[in-house]
């Protein structure tokens, strides 16, 4: 099982790394190195952690960015929470079911306070 976890996980960071050379922009590994030099090693610490107790939550990701490329493209908007004026993504019948949002506010919330302003500087609950 742990051998199928890990597998899983190289083959999301796989998937993730062509996405970002193919849809990102931009955005590419080290992005951050000079505004927040910890963005990186946050991201995977966390990650790490919470895929040890929960070895489903890799599948949970790619699911999520599944549901997030099929609507608008991969541009991470099915991690936005919604507004007063706006009915977020993530709240569309399709994507209810989705899971892995806490990890990714625990993310959130840990470079916002190691790089106020930097990464993700409009986190909001």
Known sequence: M????LVLVI??????GYMGDSEGGDL???????????????VKNIIWKHVASNPALPAK????????CFVRGCDGSV????????RAEKE???????????????IKE?????????V???FSR
Do not use: W
């Open 110 to 118: 840990k470079l916002e306070e190691t790089c106020p302003g930097i």
């Open 2 to 5: 742990e051998n199928m976890s």
């Open 61 to 68: 990701f790619l699911r999520m960015h599944f549901h997030d």
């Open 28 to 42: 590419r590994k080290n992005f951050y190195k000079s505004a927040c030099p910890l963005a990186e090693e946050i």
């Open 79 to 86: 991690l936005l929470d919604s507004t007063a004026k706006h």
């Open 92 to 106: 569309a019948v399709p994507n209810q079911s989705l899971s892995g949002f806490d990890v990714i506010d625990k």
């Open 11 to 16: 083959t999301i960071v796989l998937f993730f």
């Open 120 to 122: 993700s500087s409009r």
